[in-house]
Structure formats: structure tokens, C-alpha cells
């Protein structure tokens, strides 16, 4: 998929499960995740900045 800073492999094929304990209510901003730098870097090289991922929303 490729990454913010061009890294050829940024990805790992691990999974991460976090909460969402906030959101931007503005347009311009839908689509957008913020880690910790934790939880990012189980799924991508920390080098990499922004990468694509693909989510599920659960409810509890």
C-alpha cells in the first residue's frame, strides 16, 4: 500500500484493536485515525508516518 514517506514495506501483518475515544466532527477530517505510537507500530513501521488501513466498527 505504501506510506506517507515512500517506505516500499511499511506494513505488518498484524492486528491491532483499539477504542475510539474521540472524533472531529468536521468533513474534512472523516477517515482519519490517530495511534498511539504503541499500537502503530504493531501494524507498520514507525518510519513510515501515515499508511492506509482498513477498519471494522464494533459497538459495545
Do not use: H, Q, W
Not at 498484524?14 to 499500537?39: F, Q
Amino acid at each position: 500500500m505504501g506510506s506517507t514517506y515512500n517506505a516500499p514495506y511499511p506494513c505488518t501483518n498484524d492486528l491491532v484493536y483499539v477504542m475510539i475515544v474521540d472524533y472531529c466532527p468536521s468533513s474534512t477530517c472523516r477517515g482519519i485515525l490517530n495511534l498511539s505510537k504503541e499500537a502503530f507500530s504493531l501494524i507498520a513501521n514507525p518510519k513510515a508516518g501515515g499508511i492506509k488501513v482498513d477498519y471494522d466498527e464494533y459497538y459495545i
